[in-house]
């Protein structure tokens, strides 16, 4: 076994590293280097895609369960909307804030804000409806200016900034993974179009001819949402990256 | 029966001379029950023990000093420190509002502690702290304002400092609490340590100036020989044994937080952990004063006019507080010694030093004879 | 990594080949009656012809799920559900109705009595499909079980020792579902699925085989029953009742010698079986095939000692798996005589004249 021994310093060394850990000491009680935010006066500048509060819109949904199925804590579940489509609902007592749902929405119709602080007076206002959803919460803003850290070589400053910065920002949304659905074993296809019915963006089509039926899914309108992959009867639909 | 002239005849020899309030004295001591009041107040010994730099003193520096630690750490450490009590005063009214939530919390005395010292032992821990007060001499050559004049002051503080530590061992056994166990004798072993060279140090002191007389000591530091400059070896060594005594960083021993949350006072809540936060305090205000009388010249300083015996007080006030100041300090600097490491220093380095002071002060001595 | 421009999309459309296409096809067959949609004509040509034999493959394949067996076969609210995709026609067997009767071929004839478990004779059935599924043939088979009213159910089993909690083994004689769990069995098996059927059942799952490689690569053990016919429920029920069956203390039924024997608790009833004529069904009526010519190996009661079951192994698989046994010695081996079938395969061959040709 490797020991490791203690660094011996000489006396000199030891003087001199106590006299600078005192007068760094002493400068600091004189000039300090401040970090701390005082928040909420002052409130920290986010980067753009900070993974805050997530809105959503009900135009681009498609209703494919991709948000809820990837959420990793279970914090999305669909609720059947009067329209008949099901829209999700998120609850923030389990949502850990890693945006995979709006990453993974082929429709693009998760947003992500820089809303970091909502506070709820119980566990189950936590629980946000899909109504809730579509509009920022109310925002009281109590702060006049906002503060970044500057790191420069081995020093951090902070440097205050007056102005309010913007809390929800407009950001492109993510493209995701390109995937599209494939036909894996087209022998056992049983011609009958549910996946045809279930695309949204018409990318699977069928032609029905003298005694057979062509089907074609058209690779450039295909969104990946997996709808059809879902509802094959046969399950020989499989989503593939583009 | 009580002379009551004599005890009266012997306050009015004895009191504090304040030339600028002299007016407003004279005749409010004609009067009858005032007067004597007044001569109460003014009698040296009493105006020295109560008022400076005694417990009024005291109970300020009580409020001031946990607030100048906490934002000049938080300074050193690139943070705010308490603020959100008072924003525009800068939080100073933080030990108030501690002092209230202490006083409002409830005293939970588990059914494993010792019920009687449980209570008592923070108690009786007043009595070694306060008792050294009485024999500080806050005054300049010539000039003393002392409490009690006796030849034997320095022998009976130090006693009553090697005392303390008992009565923290009380309250680590009373409270049957592992973590208060581990503290207690933690605080055992740091006792040993600093002990001896404390002892060796005044005991160098003493030889240095020849008396023990408190009066005498302050006496022999006249102008700018201050006792830092006759034995600064000395100096060095008593503060750090002051640092260890008080168990402040690094010698965070008994109490380090991440370590035995707390040490002996872990079990208190309420009012007593008030009262064994702020004996801390009371321990290192009555070893600062010791300090500045020993080595800094006590109450010596230019007069502030109009201010007679009152500047010596003044002055022996602002002393401590700087000597506090640092030493309350080195918490935002220094990590914290290990136990052993501790003791090493203490019966090592710093033995060798108080020795050294020792025979550095037998040599002075003899070449002054 | 590619973008959806045209110029890249060979390379993608090269990939797609190695994990599936975006271009098919699928054949369809013809419909008798043009303008109408598939399942009417498969109702048309097949249930209301009564050539129907609850087969439930169509059930099995259907993608919506739309057809259903209450007494008969049947899909509600059609004219909106079905899809028009004639996979119910392209799987039927009576859609182009080929009968199939006598013996059949076989590799191997002999009556085997199962040590381990308990059936209507030998339990052969059973072990067969247990041991495929020890040999890692397969990994679930599809049994037949019933509830205290001798309904029945289907339990997908997947360990042997389900089969000592769940009430398994014995012939049923009405009607059980078994193509319809065939598909969900299929859909999530790794090596293969096994089931024991009537002789119709084993047309239909063979014609599954042969329109859908999908089925054809996951359905690895196929046993055929000796079977002249199967009831429904609830007419089979009404009628023993009737004749003084109690359903609570019933234990065993078997039809042997021509004679219905219903063993229960204390006492049994039988009478002929020929009495049941009036309560069988128009699809038994038209079929042919006794001993499951199409299976991979037929197991029954004719033709073996009592407490053993004739085992027709017809295929390598089923060979496969009799050597198994033997070499574990899971069963008794004993001879079987294919004579004594001759009787029922010649009865029911008479039902060819049945079948109303148009």
Known sequence: MKKVATPEYDIKDKLKYHVSALSTAAKEVVLPLNITTHYPRERKKMPDCFRGYILFDPERCISCFECSFVCPANAIWMKEAPSGRYYPTLDYGKCIFCHFCVDTCPGGALKQTKIHDVAYKDMDEMFTLTEEMIEPPEIIREDEGYVEYEIDKEDLSLKRTKGIDKLIVDVAPSQGVPMVSLCVEPESCLGCGICEGMCESGAVSSLKEDGMVRMKIDMDKCTGCGLCVKECSMQILRLVRK | ?369 | MFDANTETCEEVKKMATAIGVSEWEVKIPEKPLKDKLYFENLKAKVIDTNLCSRCLTCACVCPVDGIIATDGVEFPNYEEECTDCGACVRVCPRFVYEPKSGLGSYIEFIAGQSKRFKGQDGAMATELIVSAMEMGMIDRGLFVGRDEQWATEIFHVRDPEQLEVLPLGGTKYTFASVLPELKKAARFTKKGVGIVGTPCMVSGVRKLQQEFPFFRERIKLVVGLFCTENFHHDELTKYLKEKGVDFSKLIKTDITMGKFIATMTDGEVKFKVKALEEILPSGCNVCTDFTAVESDASVGSVGSAAGFSTVAVREENAKKIIDFIKKKGYADFGEADPAQLDFLIGHKKKREENIKRD
């Not at chain 2, 304002?145 to 009565?167: E, R």
């Open chain 2, 1 to 369: 029966m009580i002379d009551i002239n004599a005890i009266i005849s012997t306050m009015m020899n004895n009191q504090v001379n304040i030339p600028l309030l002299q007016p407003l004295i004279e005749p409010l001591l004609g009067m009858p029950v005032i007067g004597y009041l007044i001569a109460l107040i003014l009698w040296k010994p009493f105006f020295v023990l109560i008022l400076i730099p005694g417990f009024a003193t005291m109970g300020i520096m009580l409020l001031i000093l946990p607030w100048i630690e906490r934002k000049m750490v938080a300074r050193m450490q690139w943070r705010v420190g308490p603020r959100e009590i008072s924003p525009r005063t800068r939080g100073i009214v933080q030990l108030l509002a501690d002092t209230l939530r202490f006083l409002f919390q409830e005293v939970i005395i588990h059914k494993d502690a010792h019920k009687l010292y449980f209570l008592q032992f923070p108690f009786l821990y007043f009595i070694p702290v306060l008792l050294p007060l009485l024999f500080i001499n806050a005054g300049t050559a010539g000039n003393p304002l002392v409490p009690i004049q006796t030849d034997y002051a320095l022998q009976i503080m130090v006693a009553l400092i090697s005392l303390m530590p008992v009565f923290i061992l009380g309250v680590g056994w009373a409270s049957n609490n592992r973590f208060a166990f581990i503290g207690t004798v933690r605080e055992a072993f740091l006792y040993f340590a600093y002990e001896i060279p404390f002892i060796v140090i005044v005991l160098a002191m003493i030889v240095l100036y020849g008396t023990s007389n408190t009066v005498g000591v302050v006496n022999a530091q006249s102008g700018v020989w201050w006792g830092i400059i006759q034995n600064p070896l000395a100096a060095l060594t008593f503060f750090i044994a002051m640092v260890m005594a008080t168990a402040r960083l690094p010698f965070d021993i008994p109490e380090a937080d991440q370590e035995v949350s707390f040490g002996p006072f872990v079990e208190y809540s309420g009012i007593a952990f008030g009262l064994a936060y702020v004996m801390g305090y009371e321990k290192m205000y009555v070893l600062s004063a010791m300090m500045t009388m020993l080595f800094l010249g006590g109450g010596s300083g230019p007069e502030i006019l109009g201010l007679g015996d009152l500047s010596c007080g003044i002055w022996f006030v602002l002393k401590t507080l700087i000597v506090l100041v640092i030493m309350v300090n080195l918490r935002g600097v220094y990590p914290r010694y290990r136990l052993d490491q501790g003791l090493r220093i203490g019966w090592g380095a710093m033995l060798i030093l108080a020795l050294v002071a020792l025979g550095w002060s037998i040599v002075v001595m003899g070449v002054r004879l």
